[in-house]
Structure formats: structure tokens, C-alpha cells
């Protein structure tokens, strides 16, 4: 069994060689999509948003993440809660009490994380 690891098709097929190819092709085929669509020309309300036909004055929104991070901690207590129950061994009352204190457990933490 020959097994040269200087081929230079060896080099070609490493992780960072391929992502920084990929990342040369899609930029090329960015760039030739910026070349080939038409030039954009401020005319009327071209550039203004589109609010189903209705006039609507623009203002800063100040956009916040308290509700993304709710659902991002419900989101990770179930699958770790599924994680571990899925886990639990069998065959023993001790570990089915041990898994039903851990399902009141995470009960009781949903409901803590919906009141807030």
C-alpha cells in the first residue's frame, strides 16, 4: 500500500484549501451578479419603503433579543431535559423516582421562566 502524503491532490482536498476555493468562487460569481444587474437610479419613490400603498414615514427601530433569549433557554432546558431522562437507566425504582424528580425539577423551572 503506497500512501504518498505529498500529492499535491492530497493538498486540494484539505478542509481550509477547499472553504477559501469555495469562498474565491462564490465572491467571483457575487461579483459578476454586481456587473451584470442594472444600475440603480434614485427616480421618484423608487427608494422609498413599501408599506402596502401607504405613506409611512421612516423611524429607527431599536429591535431587541429579551424575547429571543426566553425561547432560546425554554429550547435548551427540554432538549437537555430529553436528553436526560432518555438517559436514565431502567430496571430500578430508584432511578425512575430520580427521573421523576428531574421532570418536576424542570417543571417547576418552565413555569419560573414563563411567570418572569
Given at each position: 500500500?503506497?500512501?504518498?502524503?505529498?500529492?499535491?491532490w492530497?493538498?486540494i482536498?484539505?478542509p481550509?484549501?477547499g472553504?477559501?476555493?469555495f469562498?474565491?468562487?462564490?465572491?467571483?460569481?457575487?461579483?459578476?451578479g454586481?456587473?451584470?444587474?442594472?444600475?440603480?437610479?434614485?427616480?421618484?419613490?423608487?427608494?422609498?419603503q413599501?408599506?402596502?400603498g401607504?405613506?409611512?414615514?421612516a423611524r429607527?427601530?431599536?429591535?431587541g433579543?429579551?424575547?429571543?433569549f426566553?425561547?432560546a433557554?425554554?429550547?435548551?432546558?427540554?432538549h437537555?431535559?430529553?436528553?436526560v431522562?432518555?438517559t436514565?437507566p431502567?430496571?430500578s425504582?430508584?432511578y425512575a423516582?430520580?427521573?421523576?424528580v428531574?421532570l418536576?425539577?424542570?417543571t417547576?423551572s418552565?413555569?419560573?421562566l414563563?411567570?418572569k
Open positions: 500500500m503506497n500512501i504518498t502524503l505529498l500529492n499535491p492530497n493538498i482536498l484539505t481550509f484549501v472553504f477559501f476555493a469562498l474565491l468562487i462564490s465572491y467571483l460569481i457575487y461579483r459578476m454586481d456587473l451584470m444587474a442594472p444600475k440603480l437610479k434614485d427616480q421618484g419613490a423608487k427608494l422609498d413599501y408599506a402596502c401607504e405613506d409611512f414615514p429607527k427601530i431599536q429591535v433579543y429579551k424575547l429571543f426566553y425561547a433557554l425554554f429550547f435548551t432546558m427540554m437537555v431535559a430529553a436528553l431522562i432518555a436514565i431502567g430496571g425504582p430508584a423516582m430520580l427521573g421523576i428531574y418536576l425539577m424542570i417547576l418552565v413555569v419560573a414563563l411567570l
